[in-house]
């Protein structure tokens, strides 16, 4: 799938979200859950040998951090046994699971999820009967590393980030340069003076 398939089935949430939340808020939801389900996808193959190793050192007394890390092969973890397909499973328990999923990753990776205030993102779903609706589309996007490279991720965030921009008020082109502008810019400040 190309960036701009992936974009559009990404910014697809958006349709469910018309009505209970305004348009400049799309974002609030949508990057939080990309971000969330990139990073499922990324610790997906270690989850099993990540999870074993959190029960033994966690038996033993042993701080898991350490232990943890090396096993998931990247530099963030998460302990919980849940993922966004098997909260998607349990739609009576999603919200409190949902809290608990996020709980499970390593502090630095709760930081950004409390910096998108993605509590009261979860809250607000909820009240608006969406939580599962969202959690449910987002748990069936491929995000796996093998599928979309990190540079196809970023030009995937880059094209969310831009619409984003784009229906809130504020003015046009200031959230978003394009990349050829840049590379013009570059190039005309390198010219040699003749």
């Not at 999603?94 to 809250?123: K, S």
């Amino acid at each position: 799938m190309n960036q701009q398939a992936l974009s559009a089935l990404i910014w697809s949430v958006a349709d469910l979200l018309r009505g209970d939340f305004k348009q400049s808020e799309y974002g609030r939801v949508i990057l939080p859950f990309t971000v969330l389900r990139r990073l499922d996808c990324v610790l997906a193959p270690t989850k099993a040998a990540v999870l074993a190793e959190y029960r033994d050192k966690e038996q033993a007394g042993l701080p898991f951090e350490p232990f943890v890390l090396r096993k998931s092969g990247v530099p963030f973890y998460n302990v919980s046994a849940l993922d966004l397909p098997t909260l998607a499973g349990d739609q009576d328990h999603l919200r409190a699971n949902l809290h608990a999923y996020i709980q499970g990753f390593a502090p630095d990776v709760r930081d950004i999820f409390e910096h998108f205030d993605f509590a009261n993102t979860v809250e607000r779903l909820h009240k608006a009967g969406l939580l599962y609706l969202v959690v449910e589309k987002f748990a069936h996007i491929e995000l796996h590393p093998r599928r979309v490279d990190n540079v196809h991720m970023g030009l995937v965030f880059e094209e969310l980030i831009r619409k984003f921009a784009e229906i809130s008020n504020e003015t046009a082109g200031e959230h978003f340069t394009p990349r050829e502008v840049i590379r013009l810019m570059v190039s005309l400040l390198f010219i040699e003076d003749d």
